[in-house]
């Protein structure tokens, strides 16, 4: 298999993260061929010159490539940072994008990345997000461009915009599955320890967090839908009639796309969730455990301590001094609804 290769700009002021967790989740993406684990994307980072770069936080990289011997690319990120709204950089990076888009299959922003798409005109008409600090501003300066301040990540085209930092591993998450499949996007999503999908469409800055995806795949729209009725009747058969299928046939399509069974899955995300809420706010047990859909306490419990190995009471006490667990929990508290 030919690795899918996703380029991504490199330059002084960048925001690490819009940088490195895109990266380590393409790079997350493996497979078994016929020579063993092989990955799916090759990632190359191309620098604006030969020069090592330093990023917004101070860290120091070194490009695997230039503007002038950057290879073919299939894929094209450019990440934000306040180096981007350096006129000279972004007038750099606007020309290279506007000489090169028409030999690339598709280009992504990361958060304030799309000040360096915005002036080829390549983002014209189409609906597209950013961080929602720079929203306005960015409206403001490109009045051709219809901005969407909530919004997760909006696919528009061939072009891919996303709102800020870690919402850079959603979208390279989407275009995972759109590439390989749920499957692989879910795998990937365990081995970093994040959500597939989150769900939802209001506010980024808003909490609890809650964003708006978009996906071709009925069980990822289900499962991102999932997470904000945790309440509902999450019966097999409710489901199953919202997805519009026999029980049978979704029970079977469901653990094909997602590697456990709807009821497996609907007690993960409902455990997942619980523990948020029990480690952030000061709401009862009780009154966590019927908030995430479950119809008694003590079936609550017995689930939490199964999957995480201490009682709710226990986990919440782990939290209170600062917000963060006294001593280290097992590998399965951390995973949560990620196994």
């Not at 051709?144 to 998450?173: E, N, Q």
């Not at 759109?178 to 365990?190: F, I, N, Q, T």
């Not at 809420?277 to 966590?288: K, M």
Request: glycine share 8%.
């Amino acid at each position: 298999m030919k690795p899918h290769r996703v380029g991504f700009f490199g330059f002084d002021g960048v925001m690490a993260l819009d940088l490195v967790g895109p990266i380590d989740a393409f790079t997350s993406a493996v497979v078994d061929g016929t020579e063993g684990r092989q990955r799916c994307y090759e990632v190359v980072i191309i620098g604006l010159d030969d020069k090592p770069f330093v990023t917004e936080s101070g860290i120091r990289m070194v490009a695997d490539a230039t503007l002038r011997n950057a290879p073919e690319l299939d894929t094209l990120i450019v990440p934000g940072g306040k180096g981007l709204r350096v006129p000279r950089t972004q007038s750099i990076v606007a020309a290279w994008v506007k000489a090169h888009a028409s030999r690339i299959g598709r280009i992504a922003t990361v958060c304030t990345g799309v000040y360096g798409l915005a002036p080829t005109g390549l983002l014209d008409g189409r609906l597209v997000t950013t961080h929602w600090r720079f929203a306005r501003d960015f409206a403001d300066r490109f009045p051709k461009l219809r901005v969407d301040p909530d919004a997760l990540f909006i696919k528009d085209g061939p072009i891919y915009t996303c709102a800020g930092v870690t919402a850079g591993i959603d979208l390279a998450l989407a275009l995972i599955e759109e590439d390989h499949g749920p499957s692989l996007a879910l795998a990937v999503a365990r081995e970093l320890v994040v959500y597939l999908k989150r769900a939802g469409g209001q506010e980024q800055y808003s909490e609890p967090l809650r964003f708006q995806t978009r996906s071709a795949d009925r069980f990822a729209d289900l499962a991102a839908w999932m997470q904000d009725h945790l309440r509902d009747d999450l019966s097999v058969e409710a489901l199953a009639d919202r997805a519009r299928l026999c029980p049978r046939h979704f029970t079977r399509r469901f653990k094909d796309a997602f590697g456990a069974t709807p009821a497996t899955f609907v007690e993960d995300l409902r455990l997942g969730e619980a523990r948020r809420r029990l480690s952030t706010a000061s709401q009862s047990v009780e009154a966590v455990a019927s908030s995430v859909g479950f119809h008694s306490d003590d079936a609550f419990r017995r689930a939490f301590v199964r999957r995480f190995g201490v009682s709710p009471v226990s986990y919440r006490n782990r939290f209170r001094a600062r917000g963060r667990p006294k001593k280290p929990l097992s590998k399965t508290a951390y995973t949560g609804v990620l196994q």
